[in-house]
Each structure stands twice: as structure tokens, then as C-alpha cells.
């Protein structure tokens, strides 16, 4: 699995925008990446050292529209921690 396909997209909200400060980034990942997976996809893709992974599956949520109801996708998030001697991510630095 190339490292695009394990990275989908970050997940910019209030909350994954104040662990910046402490090198924390937020991700939507593949469901079937593991840690492993997710910390080499990021090093290659950022050129970042990572020193912990944190993953957890969100549930999809029930939503309505007018009589029909139905669930949203279920996702893969992962939040990534980096080393201390490593740079930041220059994609989040612009958000701040």
C-alpha cells in the first residue's frame, strides 16, 4: 500500500489544531493501516521523524433527511505524534 493510499486526509478542528503546538497531527487514515503503516506513510510523505501513533475507529453517526434516516461512514482516525528534534509539518503552519 503506497503511503497516499494509508494518509487520506487531515482532519483540521478546533481540538487536532491545539495539539500543534505540542506536535500532535490528526489524520484520517485506511481503515486496514496499522501503526507501523501510518507512522512510515507519514515520514515519507513529510519528511518528519514520528515517536508515537494513536489510532481509533469513529463510528458512523445516524443522520435524517426529512423521512429517510441512515448512518454515516465509519472512519479511521490516527493521531500522530512527533520526535522533538523533529521539524513540523508545514501543511498545518499556514491554519494557526
Same mark, same amino acid.
Given at each position: 500500500m503506497a503511503a497516499?493510499?494509508? /494518509?487520506?486526509?487531515?482532519?483540521?478542528?478546533e481540538r487536532s489544531m491545539a495539539g500543534i503546538g505540542m506536535k500532535?497531527? !490528526?489524520?484520517?487514515?485506511?481503515?486496514s493501516a496499522t501503526k507501523i503503516d501510518i507512522a512510515r506513510a507519514v515520514?515519507?510523505?513529510?519528511?518528519v521523524k514520528v515517536s508515537k /501513533?494513536?489510532?481509533l475507529h469513529v463510528r458512523g453517526r445516524m443522520r435524517r433527511q426529512g423521512r429517510s434516516e441512515g448512518y !454515516?461512514?465509519?472512519?479511521k482516525k490516527a493521531v500522530v505524534t512527533l520526535t522533538e528534534d523533529?521539524?513540523?509539518?508545514?501543511?498545518?503552519e499556514g491554519m494557526m
Open positions: 497516499q493510499d494509508i /494518509v487520506i486526509r487531515p482532519i483540521i478542528t500532535k497531527y !490528526t489524520f484520517e487514515v485506511a481503515e515520514e515519507a510523505l513529510f519528511g /501513533v494513536n489510532t !454515516t461512514r465509519s472512519w523533529s521539524k513540523t509539518i508545514e501543511f498545518f
